[in-house]
């Protein structure tokens, strides 16, 4: 079956932090939803982004695209959330995969989740598939298969397409590592007919009891690095290559614009923006407004955008973002601009930011939202994985 390649979801709650759109959710509102997934086999591609993924979105524009792709991208480290209270966006908590995975295994009065493991190494899908089975908990496997450490390409035949297929899972599990395993799902998403896809590489791991998982105080502290560290000791080098570029970012990008936020005031963390849009020399142009009354609160002044955000993405033509009239620009407002920017860059059409003030081009920078500005990476096509389905 083809996904149909429709307007994103303007109703998500999502903010940019760090460069990429998360989702303001709890753990319980997406086992829900995957589980609803499950019943009405409604395509539900989830991301859980980490610090890692931050770092490798900074340097990697069809990654980084892949991520916003995602109907659901989950806050899956500890440093974002920390990051996030410091500039007061509403992302309350930690939503891990693996956390995910534990809440789905839960017994649940409803039929089993269906799984299907793609990846780790050899033997690992295999033993996780008989340990889930063998809880008989709210999961069940119905298929795994470790293709190895080839390429994209390697691991996207049509018999192995197939297999995953004709086991009829309703949660398919990639663990290939993030960008090999982004890089796969984009590639292959529109023959999949499993309605939840995710990369989720220590799930695999941990349910066949190869790695534990740290405990719950260590999981708090934010210290579940240092614990996979010990059960993983090759992961020290990427954890520390991450700690320095998240150093560099905290310098950077995020105690600069805390500091713009205090010195501005409310001012700088309000989504008091109102928003027009109409179709003008084969363009639409969407103009961003102040708000008039911050007082009418979030909700009021996103409702215009979200609805013009729409609208924009259902035209079918090229946008043009008008911003001249903006002095202050939030994460809630830069995370809605990045659905609409990946739903045009996948169709190769042009996403331009007009009228930056060089105040607004800072907060774009420290906000690590430069990409937003960009025309020309706007309109190349994504070449990581094949052309995603157009409907």
């Known amino acids: 079956m083809l996904r149909p390649s429709s307007v994103p979801d303007f109703t998500r709650d999502v903010v940019c932090v760090l460069g990429l759109p998360f989702d303001v959710i709890s753990l319980e509102q997406v086992a829900a939803r995957v589980r609803s997934a499950r019943l009405s086999r409604a395509p539900l591609l989830l991301a859980t982004a980490n610090l890692n993924f931050i770092v490798a979105a900074r340097n990697n524009a069809p990654f980084r695209q892949a991520i916003i792709h995602s109907q659901l991208n989950l806050a899956d480290g500890m440093p974002i959330v920390w990051v996030a209270k410091l500039l007061r966006v509403p992302l309350p908590a930690r939503v891990a995969g693996s956390s995910l995975f534990e809440r789905l295994q839960e017994a649940s009065s409803e039929a089993p989740v269906k799984v299907f493991f793609f990846g780790a190494p050899d033997g690992v899908a295999e033993q996780a598939c008989h340990r889930v089975n063998a809880l008989q908990g709210g999961v069940c496997c119905v298929g795994y298969e470790?293709?190895?450490?080839?390429?994209?390409?390697?691991?996207?035949?049509?018999?192995?397409?197939?297999?995953?297929?004709?086991?009829?899972p309703d949660f398919l599990v990639v663990a290939l590592g993030a960008e090999k395993g982004l890089a796969w799902i984009e590639r292959n998403f529109a023959r999949l007919e499993a309605p939840?896809?995710?990369?989720?590489?220590?799930v695999v791991g941990m349910a066949a009891g190869h790695i534990h998982r740290a405990p719950p105080r260590w999981q708090r502290w934010g210290l579940?690095?240092?614990?996979?560290?010990?059960?993983?000791?090759?992961?020290?080098?990427?954890?520390?290559?991450?700690?320095?570029?998240?150093?560099?970012?905290?310098?950077?990008?995020?105690?600069?614009?805390?500091?713009?936020?205090?010195?501005?005031?409310?001012?700088?963390?309000?989504s008091g923006v109102r928003a027009t849009g109409m179709t003008r020399g084969g363009a639409f142009h969407l103009r961003l407004i102040r708000g008039e009354d911050e007082e009418d609160g979030e909700a009021k002044s996103l409702s215009s955008l979200r609805g013009q955000l729409a609208s924009a993405a259902a035209s079918g033509l090229p946008v043009v973002v008008e911003v001249q009239d903006l002095v202050h620009i939030d994460g809630r407002v830069l995370g809605l601009l990045m659905l609409l920017y990946g739903h045009l860059r996948d169709r190769s059409m042009s996403f331009?930011?007009?009228?930056?003030?060089?105040?607004?081009?800072?907060q774009f920078r420290w906000h690590e939202a430069l990409f937003l500005l960009d025309a020309d990476s706007a309109v190349a096509p994504t070449s990581w994985g094949q052309p995603r389905e157009v409907a």
């Open 146 to 168: 470790s293709p190895g450490f080839g390429t994209v390409e390697s691991m996207s035949s049509d018999d192995q397409i197939r297999r995953i297929n004709e086991a009829q």
């Open 196 to 202: 939840v896809v995710s990369h989720l590489g220590a």
């Open 224 to 270: 579940e690095w240092l614990w996979r560290i010990k059960e993983e000791p090759f992961l020290w080098r990427r954890y520390w290559n991450d700690a320095r570029v998240f150093l560099r970012l905290l310098a950077g990008s995020v105690l600069p614009l805390w500091w713009h936020q205090m010195v501005e005031g409310a001012a700088a963390r309000a």
């Open 352 to 362: 331009t930011i007009q009228g930056v003030s060089a105040c607004l081009r800072r």
